[in-house]
């Protein structure tokens, strides 16, 4: 299983980015997939997930600005980055939920990640 990342680059703030993780390799099913990140110095922080079912859960520094979708078909989540502030800029990891057999409980997989700069 590898997970792909993209989208990440530099942009002004009150921009916006759409970041791209798509999944490949053997998959049985895709059950929960996310988006955190990390800014210099600080730890790694939840920015949205969203189930199987597409019910989706921001942090509240991203709530009304981001929005977290996927597409079973193309087994893709994207990150859409409206209004973004310079303490937006992080590196985005994505982080997916992956059975990869009937005999197996989902599995947390992770993007290499990708780095989102706000500046001016």
């Known amino acids: 299983v590898q997970l792909q990342a993209s989208g990440g680059g530099l942009v002004q703030p009150g921009g916006s980015l759409r970041l791209s993780c798509t999944v490949s390799g053997s998959i049985l099913l895709i059950n929960g997939m996310g988006w955190y990140r990390q800014a210099p110095g600080k730890q790694r922080e939840l920015v949205a997930t969203?189930?199987?079912?597409?019910?989706?859960n921001y942090a509240d520094s991203v709530k009304g600005r981001f929005t977290i979708s996927r597409d079973d078909v193309k087994n893709t989540v994207y990150l859409q980055m409206n209004s973004l502030k310079p303490e937006d800029t992080a590196v985005y990891y994505c982080n997916v939920a992956i059975r990869t057999s009937p005999f197996l409980g989902p599995r947390d997989y992770w993007g290499q990640g990708t780095l989102v700069t706000v500046s001016s």
């Open positions: 969203i189930t199987a079912d597409s019910r989706s």
